[in-house]
């Protein structure tokens, strides 16, 4: 579900832009977007920490860093503040990214590892489906609701 949860927020943008009402719309657009840079960033630091670290290590550092990351919009109104933390939420989500390809197919073969890459598919496509809808739902409460999503990062590193 983390690997797909980065532009979940792009329906509190218009609500974001009033806040923001000193950026142009595409910089408060950027704060949709700039996420995927920062995987780009994280998948190369992801593959060095995974030698340093270990998988394990690196998967639960990405995402404690994701974690705390996704939540500072909750409590700052400073633009500056906000793209910095989703540029880093994506850095701590691409450190993740490749390794929960590459940790399937290091437990699995054969027909397992068909169908535990199916599981991680639909798991990703259903969790950013359940967390779209969330996000509707904490628009109620305003735009800083809407990254309380990432508090979903907290269960999978006490499951992990």
């Given at each position: 579900m983390m690997l797909m949860i980065a532009p979940n927020i792009a329906a509190a943008l218009?609500?974001?832009a009033k806040t923001f009402s000193d950026q142009s719309a595409s910089a408060v657009d950027t704060l949709s977007t700039i996420p995927n840079l920062g995987?780009?960033?994280?998948i190369v630091l992801g593959n060095v920490?995974?030698?340093q670290l270990g998988a394990k290590r690196t998967?639960?550092?990405?995402?404690?860093?994701?974690?705390?990351?996704g939540l500072v919009p909750v409590v700052s109104n400073s633009y500056y503040?906000?793209?910095?933390a989703r540029l880093i939420f994506g850095i701590a989500v691409?450190?993740?990214n490749s390794?929960?390809?590459s940790l399937i197919s290091d437990y699995y073969r054969g027909d397992e590892l068909a169908a535990?890459?199916?599981?991680?598919?639909?798991?990703?496509?259903?969790?950013?489906?359940?967390?779209s809808f969330a996000v509707g739902y904490l628009l109620l409460f305003g735009w800083h609701a809407t990254f309380l999503i990432y508090v979903i990062a907290l269960p999978i590193m006490i499951l992990s």
């Open positions: 218009p609500l974001t995987i780009i960033l994280g920490l995974a030698t998967v639960l550092t990405g995402l404690a860093v994701a974690l705390l990351s503040v906000v793209l910095a691409g450190t993740f390794l929960a390809i535990m890459m199916g599981y991680q598919s639909a798991i990703s496509s259903l969790g950013s489906s359940l967390l």
